[in-house]
């Protein structure tokens, strides 16, 4: 199905490769469904009783069983049947059980819409149930319906809460349009408490601490009231914000939900203490812990879950072998992600960040900064700030892994400006500060840097990875301090740090954090060895972007021990301005020197400035004619 709704776009496969346009893909996907959805569309321009005429016809005409019920449902709109509504509902369930949630929900609309009025139970269950498959569909307008035909049906407080929580379960991350709701439903369960057990924390995300408060009072309701799915989730909930505040003993928190043993598609997969153990193995940088819990509960959505778990569950693979060093893994994770995420209509903010780090790390920069620029604008969009931070620290990251300082310095202020105050979180769920931290010592904004590094938190091991980070940071400020000795005994501790944790990319790049300190105080012999231990690791990870960076400061080591009249030769162009000169002479575009460079193209127009200035040209011609000069 997601083939031929992305061949009626006029896309192919492969999201991740360039010429692709997420952005527009989301938008126009989902409206060309074909054939089937050809059919509805004809019958949905039409007339009341036309529709009614065209749906029974069509219920003749269809061979799938589950789409000749609905054809069936549709042609009875007004009237109910309970004969035709236990059909309905048989079918919506084959429909979930196949994975086919938004068709489910319709389903069970109707089935619910067909049971006759004096069997209220039956049709409260069934719009109950229609709610909760529209949630996992992500169909917002599906869900908001189902709830009005709860709220219309006199449901106790709990019922009406779980339908008010569909729809915003139905939103994902984009909660701009469902702020309200989340007061109904504290009003709701303030006149029940026993409700408030299947309030998850999220209806509380004003304030962390608030919702701590409740995800504790929604576990002790739910033990006394035994009922262990719902105290397994408010358990999860609990251990999250108890995560992010650094308050309470969050692991004791998530050991005690994963006892209870509750299946992991119970409430959603992505809500489950299974899945949030993985998360916070990852956190931990216990790599090989979280793949093998990720892997298992890939196969758990796959059978039972929603597209949207399936898509958590890559995109923090994809995370998994980023941090692993196995960038083609990653790369493919984030594109079945990302491919998943447009072709279901899902946010895009967090599949964009996704590929942007995945891009970051093993494929280029350019599509890099492209991914994070969309997933950027699309959690703008939807509300979602922790989706926009991510993709502004991705953007910031990788403008300050091209040279592009000004351009990091500049995302990482507005990520910073951003962040909401009211979230003070761990520093290994959300590990930007050490990355703006070097931006900024690299801007020479000496002092804001030194600010920001005493925002690091006490409660963060400085043995952990998250805490070398912050060491390799605090080295770089060290040596413009002129305390070099002292920051290379820095970052050799870092770098050990990162290697017995097992994430070779970070002790790759604090190698070359250090080969840059010792090639500015000219100790060749130094650099060129933190250089090589820098490549060797980049090349095992394939790390392309990261790994043509180190070389240039390889090429510009050896380049130092040749004579000067060659330097000459060359109009004192560096060996990058060489080779964008090079690249432009004959025939590339701004934009395809960025990609060949792994730069962006602000960086190729600021170096083709800088190139025109010491030829003393104005024009590509006139630098093809200086360099055939140079050289004859």
């Known amino acids: ?56 016809s069509l219920a003749y005409a269809e061979a799938d069983p589950v789409h000749a019920v609905r054809h069936r449902a549709l042609s009875r709109p007004e009237a109910t049947d309970p004969c035709l509504a236990e059909d309905t509902a048989e079918a919506a369930g084959r429909a979930r059980a196949d994975g086919e949630r938004a068709l489910s929900a319709e389903l069970f609309v109707l089935a619910a819409e067909l049971t006759p009025v004096n069997r209220p139970a039956l049709r409260l269950s069934r719009f109950l149930t229609a709610a909760r498959e529209a949630a996992a569909a992500g169909d917002s307008n599906l869900a908001r319906r189902a709830a009005n035909a709860v709220a219309a049906s006199r449901p106790t407080p709990a019922e009406h809460v779980a339908a008010l929580l569909a729809v915003v379960d139905s939103h994902s991350q984009a909660l701009a349009g469902v702020a309200g709701l989340f007061e109904r439903c504290r009003r709701l369960a303030s006149s029940d408490p026993q409700s408030l057990a299947a309030i998850r924390a999220n209806v509380s995300n004003s304030d962390p601490h608030e919702a701590l408060g409740a ?11 035994g009922r262990p799915a719902l105290e397994a989730a408010s358990l999860t909930m609990r251990a999250r914000m108890e995560r992010v505040l650094n308050e309470g003993d969050s692991r004791a928190t998530l050991d005690r939900a994963l006892a ?14 299974q899945y949030l153990a993985a998360r916070h193995a990852i956190f931990d940088d216990r790599l090989a812990e979280a793949r093998s819990r990720l892997t298992v509960l890939l196969a758990v959505a796959e059978q039972h879950g929603q597209e949207e778990d399936l898509v958590d569950i890559w995109r923090s693979l994809a995370e998994v072998e980023v941090r692993s060093g196995a960038c083609a893994k990653a790369l493919a994770w984030a594109g079945k992600a990302l491919d998943a995420s447009v072709a279901a209509g899902l946010s895009l903010g967090p599949a964009c960040y996704t590929a942007a780090l995945a891009q970051s790390a093993g494929g280029s920069f350019a599509a890099a900064l492209r991914y994070a620029a969309y997933g950027e604008r699309a959690a703008r969009e939807e509300g979602d700030v922790l989706h ?45 500060q050490p990355d703006a931290i070097e931006a900024l010592v690299a801007a020479g904004e000496l002092t804001s840097a030194q600010n920001m590094i005493l925002t690091f938190p006490a409660t963060a091991r400085q043995d952990s990875a998250t805490g070398a980070g912050w060491t390799r940071a605090r080295a770089l400020l060290l040596d413009r301090a002129g305390e070099t000795d002292r920051a290379v005994k820095l970052l050799r501790a870092a770098a050990e740090v990162f290697r017995r944790d097992g994430l070779p990319l970070e002790e790759a790049r604090t190698h070359l954090a250090r080969g840059r300190i010792q090639c500015a105080h000219r100790r060749q012999a130094a650099a060129r060895t933190a250089f090589q231990d820098a490549r060797d690791l980049y090349v095992l990870a394939r790390a392309q972007p990261m790994l043509a960076t180190v070389q240039e400061h390889l090429d510009r080591l050896d380049g130092q021990g040749r004579s000067r009249s060659r330097e000459e030769g060359r109009a004192g162009l560096t060996d990058s301005e060489a080779r964008l000169a090079d690249l432009v002479s004959r025939g590339a575009t701004n934009q395809q020197a960025a990609q060949q460079m792994y730069i962006s193209v602000k960086t190729v127009e600021s170096m083709l400035s800088r190139i025109y200035r010491k030829l003393r040209v104005r024009s590509r011609a006139q630098l093809l004619a200086a360099l055939l000069a140079h050289t004859g």
């Open 1 to 56: 199905m997601a083939d031929r709704a992305a061949w009626a776009c006029g896309t192919g496969p492969g999201l991740l490769g360039y010429g692709s346009d997420p952005w527009c893909r989301w938008r126009t996907c989902r409206r060309y469904w074909v054939p089937r959805a050809l059919a509805d569309g004809v019958v949905g321009s039409a007339g009341q009783q036309e529709r009614t005429d065209a749906h029974r």
């Open 215 to 225: 995800a504790r009072k929604a576990t002790e309701l739910a033990r006394s009231a």
């Open 260 to 273: 209870l043993d509750v299946a992991a598609e119970a409430d959603g997969i992505a809500n489950s203490p």
């Open 388 to 432: 926009r931070n991510r993709n502004l620290w991705m953007a910031g990251a990788v403008r300050l892994h091209t040279g592009d300082i000004n351009g990091a310095v500049t995302a990482f202020a507005l990520l910073d400006r951003t962040e909401d105050s009211r979230r003070p979180a761990d520093p290994s769920v959300f590990r930007w």
